[in-house]
T-cell receptor, first 113, second 116 residues
Framework: ETGVTQTPRHLVMGMTNKKSLKCEQHLGHNAMYWYKQSAKKPLELMFVYNFKEQTENNSVPSRFSPECPNSSHLFLHLHTLQPEDSALYLC????????????FGPGTRLLVL | AQKVTQAQTEISVVEKEDVTLDCVYETRDTTYYLFWYKQPPSGELVFLIRRNSFDEQNEISGRYSWNFQKSTSSFNFTITASQVVDSAVYFCALSEAGTSGSRLTFGEGTQLTVNP
């Protein structure tokens, strides 16, 4: 595997379900990010992790819960989501959080029914 | 506040035409970086270029070229002799200094359609 991978690529869930999105980077980076991309809206930064520590939470509702067990893996745990949470969720990584280029995964397309 | 404006929401061209995607930014930082990313229908954002605020030299990479003009706060992207495979959404982004390091502010993207 190379670059940034995300699983699953597509996910359909009901509002009462609990699911998790997984991101893995094979670039030796130390910073990882979650973004949300909704139709007709700019990319929204959700969370930033640097050396496994969360350094930014961009006022994200608590129904989204990130986890970063090590610098290579990032999870986004989902529970009691709303239909408006349907979007493309993108993971990215960079060498560190200072000016470095972010490299993105293919995203998970989430549909909440 | 940082802001990136891509005024062109959608552009449609015929193959082999040249096309320029506009990007205008606002920042109070003296040190910043500008980026262009390509998002094909598959969804993944593909990194194209990174330029720092002190380097105003234009850059050419194959059919791609970038024009950075600090005086007008613009970082425009030109595709020469466009191809159908260039069809994608293109995002311009600005890296700003945040409390926990830099963060990217994205424009709203330009949907480019290249027709055969």
């Amino acid at each position: 595997e190379t670059g940034v991978t995300q699983t699953p690529r597509h996910l359909v869930m009901g509002m009462t379900n609990k699911k998790s999105l997984k991101c893995e980077q094979h670039l030796g980076h130390n910073a990882m990010y979650w973004y949300k991309q909704s139709a007709k809206k700019p990319l929204e930064l959700m969370f930033v992790y640097n050396f496994k520590e969360q350094t930014e939470n961009n006022s994200v509702p608590s129904r989204f819960s990130p986890e970063c067990p090590n610098s290579s893996h990032l999870f986004l745990h989902l529970h009691t989501l709303q239909p408006e949470d349907s979007a493309l969720y993108l993971c990215a990584s960079s060498q560190e959080t200072s000016w470095e280029t972010q490299y993105f995964g293919p995203g998970t397309r989430l549909l909440v029914l | 506040a940082q802001k990136v404006t891509q005024a062109q929401t959608e552009i449609s061209v015929v193959e082999k035409e040249d096309v320029t995607l506009d990007c205008v930014y606002e920042t109070r930082d003296t040190t910043y970086y500008l980026f262009w990313y390509k998002q094909p229908p598959s969804g993944e954002l593909v990194f194209l270029i990174r330029r720092n605020s002190f380097d105003e030299q234009n850059e050419i990479s194959g059919r791609y070229s970038w024009n950075f003009q600090k005086s007008t706060s613009s970082f425009n992207f030109t595709i020469t002799a466009s191809q159908v495979v260039d069809s994608a959404v293109y995002f311009c982004a600005l890296s700003e200094a945040g409390t926990s390091g830099s963060r990217l502010t994205f424009g709203e993207g330009t949907q480019l359609t290249v027709n055969p």
